[in-house]
């Protein structure tokens, strides 16, 4: 078996090294005995979508994304079929704002990619801080790290989780993230997959479902270290 990952702009978009989960992703998938190869996309190339298992769309500051959104326009459509045909994408932060109709800032609006029925507008001050979810798709709580300054109201989708502890989507309706089809959009950065391992075979395994069919089964790895890592972050903030 074979994943390859398509990695969206990760000149502009790879705040606090989104990159380290692309790794994960990858080591994951060797440590299994799968393939795995990442093709990264610079903003002039053409991406085919029909060759990609994995899409990873990462975080960026407002120019950055501002540089990106003309870019999405001529991709959309792409990217729309994709989606719909249960492509898998992780969007993170500056990408899951991305991924709805738009991001609205004091600058202007960025033009979303319209894949998710979700918008963002720039409120006061910025969320900072630790994060806690609990997620349906999980065992183990999900932890990580925001900072935005963007609210994202997600209409009448699925949330990624409950926030247990942090701002998520708001900083109101105590949810973080969005689940559309095989898509996960979250404001957790950096080594979100690394620290939830949970998530990234999720990932993993809806990628082979899609490619190889519902009987694939995923090779338990030794996850204690991650466990004991969340562990101690749920103790830590979880009163
Ligand atoms: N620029 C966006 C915001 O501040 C996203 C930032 C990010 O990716 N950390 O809301």
Request: charged fraction near 25%; aromatic fraction near 8%.
């Amino acid at each position: 078996m074979k994943i390859t990952i398509g990695h969206l702009y990760p000149d502009l978009l790879n705040l606090y090294g989104d990159r380290g989960n692309i790794q994960c992703l990858m080591k994951r998938c060797q440590w299994r005995g799968i393939e795995a190869e990442t093709i990264a996309y610079e903003l002039n190339d053409r991406i085919d979508f029909s060759a990609l298992d994995i899409v990873l769309l990462g975080g960026g500051s407002d120019r950055e994304q501002m540089l990106v959104c003309e870019k999405l326009k001529e991709i959309r459509e792409d990217f729309r079929s994709y989606v719909e045909d249960n492509g898998v994408v992780i969007a993170i932060c500056g990408g899951y704002q991305l991924l709805g109709n738009y991001y609205k800032t004091e600058q202007g609006t960025i033009q979303g990619l319209e894949l998710v029925d979700m918008y963002t507008e720039q409120g006061e001050g910025r969320l900072i801080s630790n994060i806690i979810l609990k997620s349906d798709l999980f065992d183990m709580p999900v932890t990580g790290f925001e900072n935005h300054g963007g609210r994202t109201c997600i209409n009448e989708n699925k949330p990624l989780g409950r926030v247990l502890y942090g701002s998520g989507n708001d900083g109101k309706t105590g949810y973080e993230g969005v689940v559309y089809k095989n898509v996960i959009g979250t404001y957790l950065h950096g080594p979100l997959l690394p620290k939830n391992p949970q998530l990234a075979d999720w990932l993993i395994l809806k990628a082979l479902e899609r490619k190889y069919g519902s009987g694939v089964k995923l090779a338990p790895l030794d996850d204690s270290q991650e466990k004991e890592a969340n562990d101690y972050i749920c103790r830590r903030f979880l009163k």
